[in-house]
């Protein structure tokens, strides 16, 4: 996977390039929008990981020229604006995720997977499987291996969100923004509360525990 | 400050303009006057003599030469205006009150002309007076003169125009007085004004303009320009305000972190403890100083702003409802009952984010604070003023009546709160949503002591109706 770092700190894009390629990633940095915009033009990337604030060519700007341009590659926008228009703003200029300076690695890592791979299956599905588990996404059943699994609607969106993303770690940020569309870090641990119902009803009973705790990062479907 | 010369100023020239065109108007109307009045002097004279010379004529006509010498001889001695001289053929006076004809030249056809008629008064001034007359021929080769004195009308003409001279030349100089004065006291105003807005472009933003009370577009300006600038000082102090908040909150926590780090260092190099560890530790501390600096951010920003961003409106019983359920399980996990009441469709306009991250803030906190057994309550609800309150009633042990304006200040933690994990910005936080929607945050006393637990705390969110 080919990722597109356009970043004018470049202490900070080193630091991003070595988390990245420590995660298997294939990195490529550009110092400015403008370089960015070349770099995008030659094509190959899977996410582009675009600093909102640059100088010659600002990110929002770079953004909205690959989309006038027709290129729909994924965007992961970074900034230290951690405000809700400032988020309102990017994610209206194309950008398909928004990431607020400091972030961890891990987070980092999660998102740009997340994005990369949601390019692969941009085709409509209305059943998902991951290993023994199956969502029908039109009749709001879930099976494991057979026997059909009760969820409640919150669940069943976890779930749904985790299934697409099999095989990647999700953060708790991840899944509050996506799956609750909250944008606030609550104080306590309520998301693990919720994988831990979840858990107990996916892999109760069952030998292969598939919801599994990522330490450090978040939690990882595995099929 | 220097202000311009007098002559620069605007409504000197403002005057100077209208005197030089009140000059213009007042020349063209005298002009008219003169010509009109003059013009009228002659006509009448001249249509009074012509009276004469055909009453004279119809004499001549009817009595002969003789006839009009007598009538001319009664005419003279018994006064009048009227100036006659009966002339032979050859021009030699016969009969008249004066004695050559002021007419040169005589063609023998009728002729009309102006005059000066010398006259010696009493005291033997000669006095040179305007006359008009006509000479006409008559039936047997005889000449009569007949003409009229107009001294007096041109006298009383001249009279009229000399007044009317001096009325304009008084009506110039009160206008250039009145300019003066006027340019004065708006100068005076518009100095004021102007060093007002000098005093804030050198960084003086305390300076207001001075109101004079005379309720013109000088006062309305100053008003308007104090109105701006209590504002704008305001939001400078506001931001500046913030700008210390933040230095100030984040001193503490980076000196702990700093602490931290450095017993850490200690340790990992005696050995006591793994240098890993220490990095981990050290790096959740700065996650934890991150959040707490975007906390106080938050705040800071709601409070200069004094209004939340991007409000819309939404139904404050759906994000009431998504809030229990978020935290449903993590409240069954601590051992603590959590029920909500949720009225039905609760609109209110506000910025939805902010007003999730409250709520969250207030049930975490009744979650934290509440001991195993013990019960948390959500409701929504619309009171009878129309506002919208979310309350979250807890059997936790409360805050004393006496700290509840205090647990509401930054950094502020309760002493039986301490060993529990938070940063004392919480209900500052939620304080600060609810006064950037014009709301407000209340802090009571719970259900009261139940079982040696409570005796709880009631905190209500109000907002006002959307």
């Known amino acids: ?223 | 400050m220097k202000l311009p010369s007098i002559f620069r100023r605007t409504p000197f020239r403002l005057t100077l303009l209208f005197l030089a065109l009140f000059a213009a108007s007042a020349s063209a109307l005298l002009a008219y006057i003169y010509v009109a009045t003059a013009s009228e002097a002659r006509r009448r004279a001249d249509s009074d003599v012509r009276q004469e010379v055909s009453q004279l004529e119809s004499i001549y006509r009817a009595q002969g030469p003789d006839g009009l010498n007598q009538a001319l001889v009664d005419r003279t001695l018994r006064g009048g205006e009227f100036l006659f001289l009966l002339s032979d053929k050859d021009g030699k006076p016969i009969t008249g009150n004066i004695s050559e004809s002021p007419i040169v030249g005589f063609t023998g056809r009728e002729t009309w002309e102006d005059f000066r008629l010398s006259q010696t008064d009493d005291e033997g001034k000669v006095e040179r007076r305007p006359a008009r007359g006509v000479e006409k021929p008559l039936g047997t080769g005889e000449r009569l003169f007949v003409g009229v004195d107009i001294g007096d009308a041109e006298q009383h003409l001249g009279r009229i125009t000399q007044a009317l001279w001096g009325a304009g030349a008084l009506v110039v100089l009160l206008g250039l007085g009145g300019g003066v004065l006027i340019s004065r006291g708006v100068e005076r105003a518009m100095g004021n004004l102007n060093q007002v807005v000098a005093a804030v472009r050198d960084g003086d933003l305390h300076a207001r303009a001075p109101v004079r009370g005379a309720r013109d577009e000088f006062d309305e300006l100053a008003l308007n320009l104090n109105a701006m600038l209590d504002r704008l000082e305001a939001s400078v102090a506001a931001i500046r305000h913030a700008g210390d908040a933040v230095a100030h909150d984040l001193r503490s926590p980076l000196t702990r972190m700093r602490t931290k780090l450095e017993v850490a260092l200690i340790d990992a190099e005696s050995g006591k403890a793994d240098a890993v560890q220490a990095l981990e530790t050290a790096l959740s501390e700065a996650d934890g100083l991150l959040k707490t600096f975007n906390t106080v951010l938050a705040i800071a920003r709601l409070e200069a702003a004094g209004q939340a961003p991007n409000q819309t409106v939404f139904d404050a019983a759906d994000l009431a409802a998504d809030l229990a359920e978020l935290y449903e399980y993590s409240a069954e996990e601590h051992g603590i009952d959590f029920q909500a009441e949720i009225q039905k469709q609760l609109p209110m306009m506000g910025a939805r984010e902010f007003v999730a991250q409250a709520l969250a803030n207030l049930i975490d906190n009744a979650l934290k604070y509440t001991p195993e057994g013990g019960a948390v309550m959500l409701r929504a609800r619309r009171k009878a003023s129309g506002e919208v309150e979310f309350s979250i009633t807890d059997t936790g042990p409360g805050v004393p009546e006496e700290d509840r304006q205090r647990v509401v200040q930054r950094f502020v933690r309760l002493e039986n709160s301490r060993s529990e994990p938070g940063s004392g910005l919480g209900l500052s936080l939620v304080a600060a949503v609810a006064h950037a929607h014009g709301g407000r945050l209340e802090l009571d006393e719970g259900p009261g002591v139940v079982d040696g637990k409570g005796p709880g705390l009631r905190v209500a969110l109000v907002f006002p109706p959307a």
């Open chain 1, 1 to 223: 996977m080919r990722v597109l770092i356009v970043e004018d700190d470049l202490e900070a894009a080193a630091a991003m390039q070595r988390g990245l390629n420590e995660a298997g990633l294939e990195t490529t940095h550009a110092p400015d929008g403008a370089e960015g915009l070349i770099e995008a033009q030659k094509g190959g990337y899977d996410v582009y990981v675009v600093d909102r604030m640059m100088p010659r060519l600002d990110g929002v700007s770079m953004v909205e020229t690959l989309r006038r341009e027709g290129d729909q590659t994924p965007v992961l926008f970074l900034s230290a604006l951690g405000e809700v228009e400032d988020r309102v703003v990017g994610l209206k200029a194309g950008a398909d995720d928004y990431l607020v300076k400091p972030y961890a690695f891990a987070e980092l890592i999660a998102r740009v997977e997340a994005l990369a791979r949601r390019r692969e299956t941009g085709s409509v599905q209305t059943v998902l499987k991951v290993g023994d588990l199956e969502m029908d996404l039109i009749g709001r059943t879930v099976h494991r291996a057979g026997t059909e699994i009760d969820l409640q609607p919150r669940e069943f969106q976890l779930l749904e969100f985790l299934m697409r993303h099999a095989g990647q770690s999700v953060t708790r940020t991840m899944l509050l923004e996506k799956v609750w569309e909250y944008h606030f870090d609550p104080q306590t641990n309520v998301i693990d509360v919720h994988i831990s119902r979840l858990r107990s009803k996916v892999d109760k009973g069952f030998d292969k525990a598939m919801l599994q705790t990522v330490r450090g990062a978040g939690y990882r479907l595995e099929g």
